[in-house]
Structures are given as structure tokens and as C-alpha cells.
């Protein structure tokens, strides 16, 4: 079956890197995705990585992916106040592009 | 501007009145859906929708209808709406032949509470 679990809470202060763990129990996975919901508002999707690669970096963004142990990280390197948010991954598995999301993990900024 | 739009953003209603929350898109996606959010369950699928008139049962479809009559709409029905349908939810569309790794663009969330 499918699921995806996040740790809940996370707090870092601004300028430090801040890792965003991610684990997944279906190996049929195509895409995983990171998705950013600010306060109030839907979400956005941040990056993106195909399931045939282990790692992508966007800017201050760096996805790694451990198939093998079905483990999904986000890297937020110099984390800003802006970057405070719920960050969510998802798996895409299932036919007509669903989506099976974790819990979400809270990112607090300190300044 | 390219958008998915739900109406209306904020509702609060009793216990057994029907309600229904709309959904557009203006992208000519094919794939519609709709997701609940509650804390600690991130988002879970309630119904999707591939194209006109076709419709499929998420995660956790119990006590929502939706239609999918044009391209561009996908309402949520709530023939006799709980306490326990009290939650955030957020429609998305997206279209597989966009990019293949087809995002899903979300609507701003209508936070629906039944008392």
C-alpha cells in the first residue's frame, strides 16, 4: 500500500541549512514532489524529482532520494524567515497523476 | 492569469444542510481533484476526475458527490454535510500531456466547518 510519513515539527535559525526527511513505502513510485503551503494560502510546488535519479539541486534547493530505503530529503541551504511554512512531499503512483502526500512538516525560521 | 479558483473560501454550516463547494480552472486541464486537509494527515484524496463524466473514488470518499459535466469545473456535493467533513479543502487540476512531471496546481482552499 502507500504511505508517506514527515516528522511534524522542524526549527532552524535563519542562515543555517535546514533538512526536511521524507519516507515512502511504495517502490512503484514515478515522481516525488516537495510542495510549499504558506499560511493561509494553496499549495505550490517547490521541486520535483524523477525516480530514476538520486539527487537534484535547484538554487538554494537540493532533493536527495535513497530508493533503496525509500527515504526523500529537502535541503533548504541559507534559510530564510520566508522560508517558514508546512513543506509536504507526495509520491506519484497511482493512475491519472494522484498523488499520495505526507502529513506536512512545519519549518519555523528563527531570526 | 492562469488559475484554479473555489468559491467560496470560507463557510460554516449546520448538520444536514446540503452544500456544494465549486471549483474552476482555467487551463484546460484534464485532471481534477479534490483533497481535505487535516493536521497531522497532510492531504488525502477524496475524488479525482480524468476527463468529462469521468469520476473516481479516492482515499477517503464517504459522504462527497462531485460531477464533472464541462472541462473546467468540478464541484464538491455535500448532500448531508457532519461534523466530521469539518476541514480545509483544496481542489487541483493538472494535465498529463503539460510536462511529464505534471504538476498539480491548487486552489487557494475553502476551510468548511459543520456544526
Known amino acids: 500500500g502507500e504511505d508517506v510519513e514527515q516528522s511534524l515539527f522542524l526549527s532552524v535559525r535563519e542562515g543555517d541549512s535546514s533538512v526536511i526527511n521524507c519516507t515512502y513505502t511504495?517502490?512503484?513510485?514515478?515522481?516525488l514532489y516537495w510542495y510549499k503551503q504558506e499560511p493561509g494560502a494553496g499549495l505550490q510546488l517547490l521541486t520535483y524529482i524523477f525516480s530514476n535519479m538520486d539527487m537534484k539541486q535547484d538554487q538554494r534547493l537540493t532533493v536527495l532520494l535513497n530508493k533503496k530505503d525509500k527515504h526523500l530529503s529537502l535541503r533548504i541551504a541559507d534559510t530564510q524567515t520566508g522560508d517558514s511554512a508546512i513543506y509536504f512531499c507526495a509520491e506519484r503512483v497511482r493512475a491519472g497523476n494522484m498523488l499520495t502526500f505526507g502529513g506536512g512538516t512545519r519549518l519555523m525560521v528563527k531570526p | 492569469e492562469a488559475q484554479v479558483t473555489q468559491n467560496p473560501r470560507y463557510l460554516i454550516t449546520v448538520t444536514g444542510k446540503k452544500l456544494t463547494v465549486t471549483c474552476s480552472q482555467n487551463?484546460?486541464?484534464?485532471?481534477m481533484s479534490w483533497y481535505r486537509q487535516d493536521p497531522g494527515l497532510g492531504l488525502r484524496q477524496i475524488y479525482y476526475?480524468?476527463?468529462?463524466?469521468?469520476?473516481d473514488k479516492g482515499d477517503v470518499p464517504e459522504g462527497y458527490k462531485v460531477s464533472r459535466k464541462e472541462k473546467r469545473n468540478f464541484p464538491l456535493i455535500l448532500e448531508s454535510p457532519s461534523p466530521n467533513q469539518t476541514s480545509l479543502y483544496f481542489c487541483?487540476?493538472?494535465?498529463?500531456?503539460?510536462?511529464?512531471?505534471?504538476?498539480?496546481?491548487f486552489g487557494p482552499g475553502t476551510r468548511l466547518t459543520v456544526l
Open positions: 511504495d517502490s512503484s513510485s514515478t515522481y
Open positions: 487541483a487540476s493538472s494535465s498529463p500531456g503539460t510536462s511529464a512531471h505534471n504538476e498539480q496546481f
Open positions: 487551463m484546460n486541464h484534464e485532471y
Open positions: 476526475s480524468m476527463n468529462v463524466e469521468v469520476t
